[in-house]
């Protein structure tokens, strides 16, 4: 199926302070800023654009599933179970909050980590098909 809307240009996320929260992301995910005022902080990390945006204390990007159970709202990508355990490795080591890894019962593993702002992320060990023929990921040359 052709669709007009062709990928996802930039994801928003609340923070208390975005200098502080730009700071965070660019020392334990490598992030690159772009921009930053007082209201919002602009980040590229993980072929993506992110806002960090300034929010009310409390705010978070997490949602709370049917049976009430707190749910990240988005999921990165790593190439593999070595990619998965070396980030999480180093997350822990950079201190980052994360869970353990997991077999949720699909292919692949995953863990969840959160920001300083308490924003809930999840990470999975397969990269999708379309992303790796694309950026030619694991193909010979």
């Known amino acids: 199926m052709n669709t007009l809307i062709h ?3 930039t994801i928003y996320l609340p ?3 975005p200098e502080v929260a730009s700071n965070w992301y660019q020392e334990k995910l490598g ?4 921009f930053r ?3 919002k902080a602009i980040l590229d990390f993980a072929n993506q654009s992110f806002f ?3 929010a009310k204390e409390g705010v978070k990007a997490i949602f709370q599933d049917h049976r009430g159970n707190e749910h990240f709202f988005m999921t990165f990508e790593v190439d593999g179970i070595d990619q998965l355990r070396k980030l999480h490795s180093l997350l822990k080591e950079k201190g980052v909050t994360v869970g353990n890894i997991e077999d949720r019962g699909h292919p692949g593993n995953n863990f969840v980590f959160y920001d300083l702002d308490g924003n809930k992320f999840d990470v999975w060990s ?3 098909p379309s992303f790796k023929e694309k950026y030619l990921i ?3 040359k």
Do not use: C, H, M
């Open 7 to 9: 990928r996802v240009g």
């Open 15 to 17: 923070v208390v302070n």
């Open 31 to 34: 992030a690159i800023e772009n």
């Open 37 to 39: 005022n007082e209201d």
């Open 52 to 54: 960090l945006v300034k």
């Open 126 to 128: 397969e990269l999708s």
């Open 138 to 140: 694991n193909q010979q």
